[in-house]
């Protein structure tokens, strides 16, 4: 391409940090489009990939499972070396600033050593030597490849190099502004956006969306197809208010599946090789080497993508099930052996997305279930969702109660119209729950995400006393405040408040938040939270379902109280502004 200051296969590190300097003083999302789209225009080919997952603070694809594993003390150590400091100097100025990329840019001189410049594949390789450097002496080789780079750095490059090492460069940049830029250099209309969203949901990371559309534009994007090992964006289900509802919505007749508390997995198997992937497509294999062992044994099939929910079993048993909050303990990276004996799992598949080839996703919900039960040969810790298909009311209800008797959440309703396909990264009709909440006074559950914190006073003095919380709005990408959360919490979460926190808080308010109140501290939208409710009201100060026409009152949750932290999803994975609007027109 025409960039006048890089060779055809690279690009100058300081053209990106450029970039970086600009979105990082900007708080408007169009003008975000504006600076990324003129800038890809002059991104070589050869490395726009892997200058689209720079920009949104990563090394490589989200779903690859490489780790840097760069600690503080590590950092403080690689940024002494280049600069010539003491470590404690170093550690002095960490604990003025709060951040070792402004260090960093403090104490790192320009560069004697190398007149080359520092280029955005070379600052890339370094960072994955850095995360395949690996046993006895691996920190030593680590800290002197860090230090290395840093000294052929800019004090302003060094600012970013060390962010994206330490996984915190957040330039709030978010997946939905990326891809708009993409569609605006390479389609010359916003709107074909569309195209990049379905290549990315059928698991095309940000790096390969950005090579296809660069080099063969919109026709090379429709040809991008499901990949084992590439995860999908999952389909979500919609909510109803009164049981008899889900008929209405599914005139072709439904079928009904227990809810299951658990965790939600995607299992890709290629050979013996299978991996993991979370609610927000992290791969996290590691933790379920005893599902790894069921999906190579009990999925009859060389190839195949599923979906199902993992339960915590009570040890001992395979029918007596615990609650999500115990599966969570699993949630780890050492003794895992240990926590796989002592919290067993039973796997409850769903759904089929792909097998030996062929792609399932456009089949209907009635066609995959049935290659799903031939696929699965079922055993006592794995088997098919249980089903039950009726157009009767009080039918659906009995199973519905038979769900919450063996302890589970309730249940799913899926659509078995000719269309109920996967659609991937969708929330629509084809799949509905219908929850025990439902039944009681409470409006429901949401997810919500916290974009600022209020200061606690007396007994929360150190932590934070209310979390300012928000959903999500897909059509404008940017999250709209519901409410101020601050009970629910047990000793042990507000503990937990101050460190969760502390490499999310910001100077400035996020351009992808829209909010009239004003917290003590803006966080970067990433925590998310699930919350209950009493009752959805208009509000002059919330913005929730607001609209561009600032006057008109926003939607906002009375009574909010915490239930839980939702580790396993991203911010853009929230509650919709769509949703609440909904539940409160029903009221
Ligand atoms: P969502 O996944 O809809 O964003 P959520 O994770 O908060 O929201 P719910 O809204 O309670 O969960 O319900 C959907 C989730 O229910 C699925 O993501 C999945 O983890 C879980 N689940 C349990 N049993 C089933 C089932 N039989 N079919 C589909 N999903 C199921």
């Not at 919490?489 to 999310?504: I, R, S, V, Y």
């Amino acid at each position: 391409m025409k960039n006048q200051n890089a060779s055809d296969q690279d690009l100058k590190f300081s053209d990106l940090v450029d970039v970086f300097e600009r979105l990082d003083a900007t708080r408007s999302g169009n003008e975000m489009i504006e600076i990324l789209s003129g800038f890809f225009a002059r991104v070589p080919i050869a490395v726009i990939d892997i200058t689209s997952y720079f920009i949104q603070g990563n090394v490589v694809a989200e779903h690859e499972d490489v780790n840097l594993n760069i600690g503080e003390r590590l950092m403080a150590e690689a940024i002494a070396r280049a600069s010539g400091k003491s470590r404690e100097e170093i550690d002095q100025l960490h604990v003025e600033r709060g951040d070792f990329g402004l260090v960093a840019e403090l104490v790192i001189k320009n560069s004697t050593i190398s007149g080359e410049p520092l280029t955005v594949r070379r600052v890339h390789d370094q960072l994955l030597e850095i995360a395949h450097a690996g046993g006895s002496g691996s920190q030593e080789a680590k800290l002197n490849i860090l230090a290395n780079l840093l000294n052929l750095a800019t004090p302003v490059e060094a600012k970013y190099v060390v962010r994206i090492a330490l996984g915190v460069l957040r330039l709030g940049a978010g997946t939905m502004t990326l891809l708009n830029a993409l569609a605006v250099t390479f389609t010359q209309d916003k709107r074909n956006k569309k195209y990049l969203e379905r290549a990315y949901n059928l698991g095309g990371d940000v790096g390969l969306i950005a090579r296809t559309v660069a080099t063969s534009g919109i026709a090379g994007l429709s040809q991008m197809t499901i990949q084992v090992g590439h995860p999908i964006k999952m389909m979500a289900a919609q909510r109803v208010q009164k049981l008899n509802e889900l008929f209405e919505r599914m005139p072709h007749g439904l079928a009904a599946e227990f809810k299951y508390d658990g965790e939600r997995l995607q299992c890709h198997k290629r050979g013996e090789h299978v991996s993991i992937y979370s609610r927000n497509l992290e791969n996290i294999t590691a933790q379920y080497p005893d599902i790894v062992d069921r999906i190579r044994n009990f999925i009859r099939a060389k190839e195949a993508i599923v979906e199902g929910e993992a339960v915590a079993l009570v040890p001992g048993t395979t029918d007596q099930f615990q609650v999500f909050q115990v599966l969570m303990r699993r949630k780890r990276k050492h003794e895992i052996e240990k926590y796989v004996e002592e919290i067993p799992v039973k796997l409850f598949l769903f759904d089929v997305l792909f097998v030996d080839g062929e792609n399932m996703m456009e089949k209907s919900y009635p066609e995959r279930r049935k290659i799903l039960e031939k696929l699965v040969s079922k055993s006592e810790l794995i088997e098919p969702a249980s089903a039950f298909i009726s157009d009767n009311p009080e039918e659906i209800e009995a199973f519905f109660l038979e769900s919450l008797e063996k302890g589970f959440e309730g249940i799913m309703a899926k659509s078995c119209a000719p269309d109920s396909i996967y659609r991937a990264g969708a929330r629509e009709w084809s799949w509905i729950k219908w929850k025990r909440e439902y039944e009681s006074d409470l409006v429901d559950t949401f997810d919500v995400v916290v974009i600022g914190g209020i200061a606690g006073r007396g007994k929360r003095s150190g932590t934070w006393g209310a979390l300012l919380c928000a959903v999500y709005n897909p059509e404008l990408d940017r999250f709209e405040s519901l409410c101020k959360v601050s009970t629910g919490f047990n000793d042990e979460d507000l503990g937990k408040l101050p460190e969760m926190f502390k490499t999310a808080e910001i100077s400035h308010v996020s351009p992808r938040v829209y909010s009239k109140m004003e917290p003590t501290r803006w966080f970067e939208p990433r925590v998310v939270l699930e919350i209950s409710g009493a009752e959805l009201t208009k509000s002059p100060i919330h913005t929730c379902g607001m609209g561009d026409d600032e006057s008109s009152p926003g939607l906002a949750l009375r009574f909010p109280r915490f239930l839980r932290f939702r580790d396993d999803k991203d911010a853009e994975q929230a509650t919709s502004a769509k949703e609440v609007v909904a539940l409160y027109k029903k009221k």
